[in-house]
C-alpha cells in the first residue's frame, strides 16, 4: 500500500490505446467505496470518451494538452441535494477522487487530478447540459503512460507534525 | 487495491494493544503522500497519545466513546498559511485522510474518521493551544480492532453515474 500511494504521480501524457471498459469500472467502484459523513456519499460521476465532448471541456481550462490528449476522462461532482456540510463533504470528494488515482495506478494506468478548471466549472456544467445541483469538484483524465519515471516530492514529514503545549505521548 | 478499499470499515472499538511508532509512520507517511493543488500540501498532523489529552478531546463530541477508547488520535489540521483554495484545500486533505485509512487498514489497523468533533474545532483548538491558523479538519482514532466483520454498505454504482445530453462514448 505505501508503495502504490508514494509512486503514484500525476500523468499528463497518454498512449492512444483505449483503457478497459472492466478497468473504468474498478476504477469508480473504488470511488464508491469512499467514507463520507454519515454515509452520504456525495460523490457523482460522469464518464466522457467521446473525442469531441474531450476536446470541448479541454477549452475550459489553461491545461487544454493534458485533457485533449486523455483517451477517457471522468468529471467528478458533488451533488448539492445529497450535501449534508460543505467541508465534510468536500472531504469526502477528495478520498472518492484518492481511492480513484490509487486504483488507476494499481492497474497500471496513468490519471491527472485537474482543478484549475474549476474556475469555470458553472461553463463546464451548462455545456453538459447538467442540473444545477451538480457542482464540478474535479476533472480525472485518465490513460495509459507514455513516461514512466515520473519525479514528484513532499515537505519531510517533521515539517508536517504540530507540537503541542500539552504532553502529547 | 479495490479489496482493500472495499473491505474497510469504521472501526470504533479497540483492542487496549498500542500501535507500534513504526505503523503510525507509515500511517503518516501515507498521509504525506496525498496529491494537493499546486502541490501545496496544507495538511498538518497532531499525533496524541496522553490518555489525560485523549480522554479531554473524546469531551469536545457526542462520539466521546470512540476517542476515550483508542489508543492513539491522530487531529488532522488545515494550515491556513499553506492554503490557496478552499475548496481544493479540502479534497487534498480528503485525500490525504484517506491514504491514512487505507494505509491503518492494510496494516491489520482499524481507524474511524470522526467529524463531529468539527462543531468545537475552536475548542479543541483552544485546549490544544495552537496556533489561530490551523483548522481542526477531523480527528482520526486507531487502534487494533474489537470486532473482525463489520458491515456497510454504499448507493450501486448506476445511482451515482450522471448522464448528459451530450453523447459521451
Chains 1, 2 share one sequence.
Not at 483517451?71 to 484518492?98: E, T
Not at 490509487?102 to 490519471?111: F, P, T
Not at 453538459?128 to 474535479?138: F, G
Request: charged share 25%; glycine share 4%; with cysteine.
Amino acid at each position: 500500500m505505501l508503495t502504490t500511494i508514494k509512486t503514484r504521480r500525476s500523468v499528463r501524457q497518454y498512449k492512444e490505446i483505449i483503457p478497459k471498459n472492466a478497468d473504468i469500472k474498478k476504477i469508480l467502484e473504488a470511488g464508491r467505496w469512499a467514507p463520507s459523513g454519515l454515509n452520504n456519499q456525495p460523490w457523482r460521476f460522469l464518464i466522457v470518451k467521446n473525442k469531441g465532448v474531450i476536446n470541448a471541456i479541454s477549452e475550459f481550462t489553461k491545461y487544454s494538452k493534458v485533457i485533449k490528449g486523455a483517451p477517457v476522462l471522468i468529471l467528478v461532482f458533488l451533488d448539492l441535494k445529497a450535501s449534508y456540510n460543505r467541508d465534510k463533504d468536500l472531504m469526502a470528494i477528495g478520498a472518492s477522487i484518492q481511492n480513484m488515482l490509487l486504483m488507476a495506478h494499481s492497474l497500471k494506468l496513468g490519471a491527472c487530478w485537474l482543478g484549475e478548471i474549476l474556475n469555470k466549472k458553472e461553463d463546464v456544467r451548462k455545456f453538459l447540459k447538467l442540473d444545477k445541483n451538480l457542482e464540478l469538484m474535479a476533472v480525472i483524465s485518465l490513460g495509459y503512460p507514455v513516461k514512466k519515471k515520473l519525479k514528484s516530492n513532499r515537505k519531510p514529514l517533521q515539517a508536517l507534525l504540530i507540537n503541542s503545549a500539552l504532553p502529547l505521548f
